[in-house]
C-alpha cells in the first residue's frame, strides 16, 4: 500500500500538469466549444466558466503538490515546504501556461490568469495542508483516549 501511496504522490500532479496543458494547446474555436458546452450547462457565462476551470485545476494542482512534498519528507512533515514550494511550482506553471496559449492559435496569456491559478494553487494547498492537520489531531486524539481509558 505504501508503493501505490508513494507513486500516487508523483504520478497525480504530472496527470493534473498533462491536463493543463491539453486544454491550453486546444485551439481558441475549440476551447470556446468546450467552455460554451459546459457553460449551459451549468447556467453560467462564459468567461465565469473559463475562470471556474483555471481555479478548479490549479486547485487540484496546488493539492496534488503539497501531497508530493510531504512524500518527500514524512517524517519533518509539516513545515513551511507544504506551503511554499508547492506554491512556486503552481505559480511558474500558471505562468508557463499563459506563455503556452500565446502559443496557440485564437488563444491569449494574460497575467490576471497567472494570478488566478497562483490563488487556486494556494486555495489547494490549504485545503491539503486543513485535512492533513484535521487527520493528524484525529490520531494524537484517538491515541491519548487509547491511552487514558
Known sequence: MQFIKRWWRIIFP??????????SAQSGDASDIQSLYFAQLLGLTNGV?????????FGLFGYSLSSFT????????PTHSMLIYPLIVATVYGAIDEV??????????????VFIDTLAGLSG????????CFWR?????????KANH
Do not use: C, M
Not at 504530472?14 to 486544454?23: E, L, M, P, R
Not at 466558466?49 to 485545476?57: E, P
Open 14 to 23: 504530472i496527470i493534473i500538469a498533462v491536463i493543463i496543458w491539453g486544454f
Open 49 to 57: 466558466t473559463r475562470k471556474l476551470a483555471h481555479i478548479f485545476l
Open 70 to 77: 510531504k512524500g518527500l519528507h514524512p517524517e519533518t512533515y
Open 100 to 113: 503556452h496559449q500565446l502559443t496557440v492559435a485564437g488563444r491569449s496569456g494574460t497575467v490576471g490568469d
Open 125 to 132: 494547498i490549504l485545503v491539503y495542508i486543513a485535512i492533513f
Open 137 to 145: 489531531l484525529l490520531r494524537i486524539s484517538i491515541a491519548y483516549n
